[in-house]
């Protein structure tokens, strides 16, 4: 069994299975290359922040990371062994979590480490069994193999473009009215937001005021023309939104029976209607900038982000087209893939990604059947991510961070400040039941020598 990079998702995935008795040859590059976004050699390095994010089960990162607890992650209970003050976060500290994740991995007898960099996918003749999980920046040259492995460059993309995801009850739908332009399709596939002469102009006055994220070197200026950040398109001149995704034509509000001078159309992002996307409006705002900013739309004063928008560099696969359910390459058995490589977004879905595959390929190997978790749960929300399963097949697989508006909605009426809190625990309760129902027991190990 072959792993290939030692991040969040092959760490966690390596001692999956190395702990329940089957033998991983782990590769990793460092210390002899980098990313250009690691500065250190250890393993698990986090490269932005030190956040895992929310700890609460209200949110779904903080249900996804108790999930992870009842299944024995050794990475979450390593990171919270390193816990430092953060409030309602779990954040870490990120040399000593690196520093632990190294030590434990290279101790685990039942995983051997290479310090080498693995450039192309090795044949079913070298290895029967490689896990790819190398994350949003992968190599060129294993980049150009498993490009050709899954069959072409459109499948295998390099830069993310994601609009903002709003709750739908959070919508105020007294301001914004249901049209598709011209009618077409269902005739009301879009929630759009009419803008006057003057909200359009102080909403781009705001793009051109609000605090932007800073590229990296590496990301200076390769977006594709497809998929500009909304605030750079603002600033080719003040009309631009206004005949691009923006445009009025088409959209007359039924109410004053009139044309807006500008529209921002919001996509149902799921089948079931729970959460929208804000269309054409992929952004290099800070968070904090894209609340602010977004928030003075009309329709959207109250608006809940259940994802914000980015840009930036990654490399990830067209996961629904190319993987098969258990992770496989289709056409290419022998390999499967793990981590953000398969279009999750974050520290802890990648870690989350690694957990899910090595417990099912743990099974494999043990003679046990897996049955996958439950879609209200956290974590078999995010494995339909990954299969497609949560979006309309009109939109294109992109990465993403776990949340709601990606599980089924809850049965009958649920008064909205109970919401995320029942969201929260049906995704616990059903994620334990699972857990109890395979049998496959925990890994991590009580008795573990204590982080110094």
């Not at 190398?134 to 994601?162: H, Q």
């Not at 509000?253 to 992002?269: F, K, M, S």
């Not at 400040?417 to 039941?433: D, I, T």
Request: charged share 25%; proline share 6%; hydrophobic share 40%.
């Amino acid at each position: 069994m072959w792993v290939v990079g030692a991040g969040l998702a092959g760490a966690e995935l390596s001692l999956q299975l190395a702990r329940r008795g089957i033998p991983v040859r782990l590769f990793e590059m460092k210390p002899h290359r980098r990313t250009p976004a690691q500065v250190s050699d250890g393993y698990a390095e986090l490269v932005c922040s030190n956040s895992f994010r929310a700890n609460s089960i209200e949110n779904a990162v903080g249900a996804i990371k108790e999930e992870m607890r009842i299944a024995g992650s050794v990475l979450m209970q390593i990171a919270d062994e390193c816990a430092v003050p953060a409030g309602g976060a779990l954040a870490v500290d990120r040399e000593r979590f690196s520093a632990e994740v190294t030590r434990v991995l290279e101790a685990e007898p039942d995983i051997e480490v290479y310090n080498r960099e693995v450039t192309e996918l090795p044949s079913s003749e070298e290895v029967a069994d490689v896990v790819v999980a190398t994350g949003p920046l992968t190599s060129p040259t294993l980049s150009e193999s498993i490009r050709m492995a899954a069959g072409g460059a459109e499948k295998l993309y390099f830069y993310d473009a994601i609009a903002p995801i709003v709750a739908a009850d959070s919508i105020d739908e007294s301001v914004v009215f249901r049209a598709s332009r011209y009618g077409k399709g269902e005739g009301a596939d879009y929630l759009n937001c009419p803008l006057d002469a003057e909200d359009y102009a102080r909403f781009i006055a705001d793009l051109d005021a609000a605090e932007k994220v800073t590229p990296r070197a590496f990301e200076e200026a390769k977006y594709f023309e497809g998929c500009l950040p909304i605030e750079v398109m603002a600033a080719r001149g003040p009309d631009t939104l206004r005949f691009g995704c923006m445009k009025p034509v088409g959209l007359d509000d039924p109410r004053t029976g009139r044309r807006p001078h500008a529209v921002v159309q919001l996509r149902a992002e799921n089948r079931e209607g729970t959460a929208y996307n804000l269309v054409g409006f992929q952004t290099r705002l800070k968070w904090s900038a894209q609340k602010e900013v977004f928030r003075r739309i009309p329709g959207l004063e109250n608006a809940e982000f259940l994802r914000f928008g980015s840009i930036h560099r990654n490399t990830y696969l067209d996961a629904p087209r190319l993987l098969d359910r258990a992770n496989r390459l289709k056409g290419v058995p022998h390999v499967r893939f793990a981590g953000q490589i398969t279009g999750v977004e974050g520290y802890v879905e990648s870690t989350a990604s690694g957990l899910l595959l090595g417990l099912r390929m743990a099974a494999e190997r043990l003679g046990i059947e897996f049955v996958e978790p439950p879609a209200a749960s956290a974590m078999g929300a995010l494995h339909r991510h990954v299969r497609g399963e949560d979006r309309l097949e009109r939109d294109p697989h992109v990465p993403s961070n776990v949340h709601w508006g990606m599980v089924p909605a809850l049965p009958g009426r649920v008064p909205k400040k109970e919401r995320k809190r029942r969201y929260g625990e049906r995704a616990v309760e059903e994620f334990g039941s699972w857990w109890r129902g395979l049998p496959l027991t925990n890994v991590c190990e009580p008795d573990r020598a204590a982080v110094g």
